[in-house]
């Protein structure tokens, strides 16, 4: 089984320019998750997709970014324009329906904006 | 809020010695709790999980973790450390009351030396 996989793995860009990054997540999961970790801190949550809809974007931090799950499988998040404090790692992580916290992460983004 | 403190950001043991990594939490009434594990360049894996079974939880490569409500903890150990257990562990939390949003810890570097 394929596990969740992430693009680009390191992302370097400018301050005002945009940055897309991609997940694709386990075949047939339902659900899929958005996480960052700033350098040093905690994971945090993004937002939360069942399917196409957006269940939960508690986490998301302002209107720069953007994310979509067209059709229901992969997921983008863009920022635009990037700031210098959104450098960090973007984790993208699916699960199945009912699976309670059970959670298969891809090995991160690393995005770094100077 | 949920939330969950994981006390000293790095640890090192000897090979073959105790590993212990602490996690307390603080929610009003007991969440599901889980560990993960992040090896060099790879996603988060899930080590273990509570959710209001067995307060002995046993995980994957010889990891338990205890639940112990009088002490809001759960610890994770291991009794005897092998070289291949350095790694970045995270504390979770996720609320009994439903949504499958995840509240990390900081994490905890475990270095294991010879």
């Known amino acids: 089984e394929a596990g969740v996989t992430q693009f680009p793995s390191h992302s370097v860009i400018e301050k005002g320019q945009t940055v897309t990054l991609r997940c694709d997540p386990i075949?047939?999961?339902?659900?899929l998750y958005w996480y960052r970790r700033v350098m040093g801190k905690e994971i945090k949550f993004l937002l939360h997709?069942?399917?196409?809809?957006?269940?939960?974007e508690s986490g998301m931090p302002n209107n720069r970014f953007l994310a979509e799950r067209t059709g229901g499988t992969y997921s983008t998040l863009k920022v635009q324009p990037a700031e210098l404090e959104d450098s960090g790692v973007y984790f993208c992580?699916?699960?199945?329906?009912?699976?309670?916290?059970?959670?298969?992460f891809g090995a991160g983004s690393r995005l770094t904006v100077l | 809020a949920q939330s969950v403190t994981q006390l000293g950001s790095h640890v090192s043991v000897s090979e073959g010695a105790l590993v212990l990594l602490r996690c307390n939490y603080s929610s009003s009434v007991p969440p599901y709790l889980f560990w993960y594990v992040q090896y060099p360049n790879q996603g988060l894996q899930l080590l273990l999980k509570?959710?209001?079974?067995?307060?002995l939880v046993k995980g994957i490569n010889g990891f338990e973790a205890e639940f112990k409500k009088s002490e809001t903890s759960f610890h994770l150990t291991k009794p005897s450390a092998h070289m291949s257990d350095a790694a970045e562990y995270f504390c979770?939390?996720?609320?009994?009351?439903?949504?499958?949003?995840?509240?990390f810890g900081t994490g905890t570097q475990l270095k294991v030396e010879l």
């Open positions: 509570y959710t209001s079974a067995a307060t």
């Open positions: 992580a699916s699960s199945q329906v009912g699976q309670m916290g059970v959670l298969t």
């Open positions: 997709f069942v399917k196409e809809s957006k269940q939960d």
């Open positions: 075949s047939g999961h339902d659900n």
């Open positions: 979770a939390v996720r609320p009994t009351g439903g949504g499958n949003k995840l509240t």
